[in-house]
């Protein structure tokens, strides 16, 4: 893509030692930055928060600078940037590249610990309870997921990720002006991983589910304008009428993740009182209902194009907008100048957002602090609803212990094709081959598989409960993961 130029005037593509650059002149001082395409969706339970050990590990060796320098782990990619002099700029991502090609593993137990003194999150809360909330294992189901303690990664998990993720074909280097060249700045060869899919759990929508200490609203989007515009609008609306109108909020939080290439969630979350929260949810379905039926007032639409032009052509933003067009190239989407994402915005229509709050009704998942029995805005109260039993398995069975306080009927299967444990009837567990994790505690086992279902057996109220557990570890095998008793 050498000399490849996507707009005379803004944005311009090279190499640089075989990593695709793009660049724009923006305003001093010089700022520059390798994008890689490693995030949180792309860990397993196994594996939770080796991207950002990673990350840590490659930030630990670099010297004291006067550069203003940090990275950043979120869901998608980790960012490695620079600001101040381009010569110390360019020198510093030399440095970088060096370390991911050296990393020191002698350091991943004093790293994972500072990992768990960070306590930091890739993306906001309320989009990874929503994420996991409403996907199976994997891809953004892995947002929010509770996996393997930081203490649990391994050399070989590191090594894997950094060999998988960190090559030249699944990064791009960004800057403020000719993308730096140096010798050093360069990554292995090797080809660009497929992105993990994510994929639907047995939640039925729309529903409303018990759980987030705040209102959250989540709905699935087609990656185009129309998808941050009706956010805004939904936004907005929501402060007109409960803040300024009724005073029960004073702020609306927005915050996406990836699904693909085409599809990704949007989700609203609030401030406000726990008994304040219903009003709040209602209100949003009543708004999104609105657009639905009626589309967007026009003086609310033009105010969204406004602020999106405003935005866009920001000087400030530039390197906002480089990172974007990183991740869309990263994607294999086509990337767009400030341009023409502003025409994007400029061509939505009321019937656009129309159908985008139509889909989002469909899709719809709220989420609040206290049960509703009742429903609310018509969206029924599934937090109680049974997962679906899973087949039955033909293997050992244990029984419950004669003197134990757990359900009389109790029982564990254990086969070669899966493990099925019964309780008041209900028959719950999974095939081993979608098994995604065993979290093994003092007392406990957390049996994990990829539709998001979890099963906790308690060996102690199970006769030879010992050898069921025995059991269970030697087919978990590498999946198996030490966790402390508040795991759970």
Request: with cysteine; glycine share 10%; hydrophobic share 40%.
């Amino acid at each position: 893509m050498t000399g490849r130029t996507y707009s005379a005037f803004v944005l311009n593509s090279t190499t640089v030692n075989g990593i695709p650059a793009l660049w724009t002149e923006g305003p001093p001082p010089y700022t520059a930055a390798l994008v890689v395409r490693a995030g949180a969706q792309d860990e397993t339970v196994r594996t939770s928060g080796v991207g950002h050990l990673v990350e840590h590990l490659v930030m630990t060796g670099q010297p004291r600078t006067t550069l203003d320098v940090n990275a950043s782990v979120d869901d998608v990619v980790t960012v490695y940037h620079a600001t101040g002099a381009r010569d110390e700029v360019t020198e510093w991502l030399a440095r970088v590249c060096d370390a991911v090609q050296d990393l020191p593993l002698d350091r991943i137990a004093l790293e994972a610990k500072v990992l768990d003194a960070e306590d930091g999150d890739s993306v906001d809360p309320a989009v990874a309870w929503s994420a996991a909330a409403r996907f199976a294992v994997g891809g953004a189901g892995m947002l929010g997921r509770q996996g393997a303690p930081h203490r649990a990664l391994e050399r070989d998990h590191v090594v894997d990720f950094t060999r998988r993720h960190y090559t030249a074909t699944n990064a791009v280097i960004v800057a403020t002006g000719e993308p730096p060249q140096h010798p050093r700045i360069r990554l292995p060869e090797g080809p660009r991983p497929e992105p993990v899919p994510t994929e639907e759990s047995h939640l039925e929508l729309p529903a409303y589910l018990t759980g987030p200490p705040i209102p959250i609203v989540s709905w699935r989007v087609r990656r185009a304008a129309a998808a941050p515009v009706l956010a805004g609008l939904v936004s907005d609306l929501l402060i007109e009428a409960l803040r300024h109108g009724e005073g029960i909020l004073y702020d609306v939080g927005i915050g996406s993740t990836p699904l693909s290439a085409e599809e990704g969630l949007a989700v609203l979350w609030a401030d406000g009182s726990e008994e304040d929260q219903p009003r709040i949810l209602a209100e949003a379905v009543e708004v999104l209902r609105t657009l639905a039926r009626d589309g967007p007032r026009d003086a609310d639409l033009a105010h969204q194009k406004a602020l999106a032009r405003a935005q866009m052509s920001d000087p400030r933003g530039a390197v906002d907008h480089l990172l974007h067009c990183a991740f869309r190239l990263l994607q294999e989407r086509p990337v767009l100048t400030t341009e023409e994402e502003i025409t994007e915005v400029e061509a939505v229509t009321a019937d656009d957002v129309r159908q985008a709050a139509q889909r989002a009704l469909e899709t719809l998942l709220l989420a609040g602090s206290e049960p509703a029995p009742a429903g609310i805005g018509g969206i029924p109260d599934r937090s109680d609803d049974d997962d679906p039993e899973c087949p039955a398995f033909e293997g050992r069975t244990w029984k419950r212990k004669l003197l134990s306080t757990a359900p009389r009927d109790l029982r564990v299967v254990v086969g070669d094709d899966g493990l099925s444990q019964t309780v008041f009837g209900q028959r719950h567990g999974g095939r081993w081959a979608d098994l995604v994790g065993v979290a093994k505690g003092p007392d406990f086992r957390a049996v994990i598989f990829r539709d998001g279902g979890q099963l906790m057996v308690w060996p102690k109220s199970i006769g030879d409960g010992d050898g069921l557990a025995a059991d269970i570890d030697r087919r978990a095998g590498d999946l198996l993961f030490e966790v402390d008793e508040d795991w759970a």
